[in-house]
């Protein structure tokens, strides 16, 4: 790269697949990100990342361990009486040489931040600009518009600008809005003490054990896992519509009632529903789906993310596609010369070998959810674990040829 100009770069989107894209193609390209909000701040849940994802990380210099990152050693499965089904380790580092991480959602996102506007990274600092709302983007001409008119040119643009992506409509062509899929979600955080002031069966001695345990209950769900540290448990509770006691709608922000979530989990044990009655705020977010798109790609442009192929969280595969697709822009696009057909090139092989993989993570979130209850707790940790190993693009692509769409 010392010879080659550097790439002009529009990310639209500053959440964990806009920076990690900026942090990880700042060495060679000059990275604008244009993001919506008037303020950057990332709220909701934990996320749980896989050997795959934490590694592309650490190669980045984004060590999630210091990031108040708790590494999940074993899975536990329970039923809604209450009773353990299974209980197995991991093993990351023996199976992939790397570990696999429960990290709350502001702190991944306080960490890519960082990394992505640090003058201490290599190349150059991405520039972030708020309250810039993408209103129209020219693939072929390389520029976006924003809604006080402003233009501004690339190189490369990158749609990460989630489920509701301005982006995508330009990319693809026909009606690409997410749907609902009949399924809600709840999530709240809840503190080591809170758990321990009740005796709860969770708790060993005076910390959580990093233990990621699912509840199965007829067609509910529960998650909780420890994350900053073991200071905070990450809580998640699966709900279909038909059973949900109030509202839901797709703003990620969106206030949820306790009361309503007690009374769609009142035929748990209370060994859960204790858990629940300590819930003070809780979230709730509608969950939205796509089929897979038939192309991420126009001109100079690629979705990616979310914005390309969003997911159910029943895999733990949202955020570990979103840093893989960041790594596949990385390892193609410092090849690509400016010029459109190289630009074009470098993403088509993006999209070529990015597109199978994520549509599989799609459909066995799917597979995996309410809406799919016959699969429920059915699932070994280490069908889940095979998900979460990659290896990053490049490797992929060589040791997995029947994933690959041909050019």
């Known amino acids: 790269m010392a010879?080659?100009?550097?790439?002009?770069?529009?990310i639209v989107g500053a959440g964990i697949a806009g920076l990690t894209a900026g942090l990880m193609l700042r060495e060679f390209s000059d990275i604008t990100i244009l993001e919506t909000a008037y303020e950057l701040k990332?709220?909701?849940?934990?996320?749980?990342?896989?050997?795959?994802?934490?590694?592309?990380?650490?190669?980045?210099?984004?060590?999630?361990?210091?990031?108040g990152g708790v590494v999940a050693t074993h899975t536990a499965v329970w039923t809604f009486k209450g009773k353990q089904v299974a209980f197995a380790p991991f093993n990351a580092i023996e199976k992939a040489g790397e570990v696999n991480v429960s990290v709350h959602r502001a702190d991944l996102h306080s960490a890519l931040l960082r990394s992505a506007t640090s003058a201490d990274g290599p190349g150059t600092p991405c520039k972030i600009l708020l309250n810039h709302a993408v209103v129209k983007v020219d693939s072929d001409a390389g520029t976006v518009t924003v809604g006080n008119g402003t233009e501004f040119t690339a190189d490369v643009i990158i749609g990460a600008d989630g489920v509701r992506s301005n982006v995508?409509?330009?990319?693809?062509?026909?009606?690409?809005?997410?749907?609902?899929?009949?399924?809600?979600?709840?999530r709240y955080l809840l503190r080591p003490e809170d758990l321990k002031a009740i005796n709860h069966p969770l708790?060993?001695?005076?910390?959580?054990?990093?233990?990621?345990?699912?509840?199965?209950?007829?067609?509910?769900?529960?998650?909780?896992y420890p994350c900053r540290g073991g200071q905070v448990f990450n809580c998640l509770a699966f709900v279909p519509d038909t059973e949900l006691h109030e509202t839901s709608?797709?703003?990620?922000?969106?206030?949820?009632d306790v009361n309503a979530l007690l009374e769609s989990y009142k035929d748990f044990d209370p060994m859960w529903t204790d858990i629940l009655k300590l819930a003070k705020d809780v979230g709730l977010w509608q969950m939205r789906d796509l089929e897979p798109l038939p192309n991420w790609v126009k001109g100079r442009t690629i979705v990616i993310g979310d914005a390309a192929h969003p997911m159910l969280p029943h895999q733990a595969a949202g955020a570990m596609s979103a840093i893989e697709d960041a790594e596949a822009l990385s390892?193609?696009?410092?090849?690509?010369?400016?010029?459109?057909?190289?630009?074009?090139?470098?993403?088509?092989?993006?999209?070529?070998?990015?597109?199978?993989?994520?549509?599989?993570?799609?459909?066995?979130?799917?597979?995996?959810g309410l809406v799919a209850s016959d699969n429920i707790g059915k699932q070994s940790p280490d069908e889940l674990f095979a998900l979460w190993i990659y290896p990053g693009a490049e490797k992929y692509e060589a040791e997995h040829p029947e994933m690959v769409i041909p050019k």
């Open 249 to 256: 709608s797709e703003k990620w922000q969106r206030k949820g």
């Open 331 to 368: 390892a193609y696009l410092r090849k690509a010369k400016s010029d459109p057909a190289s630009i074009h090139e470098a993403l088509d092989h993006v999209f070529r070998v990015r597109h199978k993989r994520a549509s599989s993570c799609q459909s066995r979130s799917r597979a995996a």
């Open 3 to 10: 010879n080659q100009a550097r790439l002009k770069v529009i």
């Open 168 to 186: 995508r409509p330009f990319v693809v062509d026909g009606d690409t809005t997410a749907q609902p899929t009949g399924e809600s979600g709840y």
């Open 42 to 67: 990332e709220v909701g849940a934990a996320v749980t990342l896989g050997p795959g994802a934490v590694g592309i990380l650490r190669r980045f210099g984004v060590h999630l361990d210091k990031e």
């Open 203 to 224: 708790m060993k001695e005076d910390t959580i054990p990093p233990t990621i345990n699912v509840v199965i209950g007829p067609q509910k769900k529960l998650v909780l």
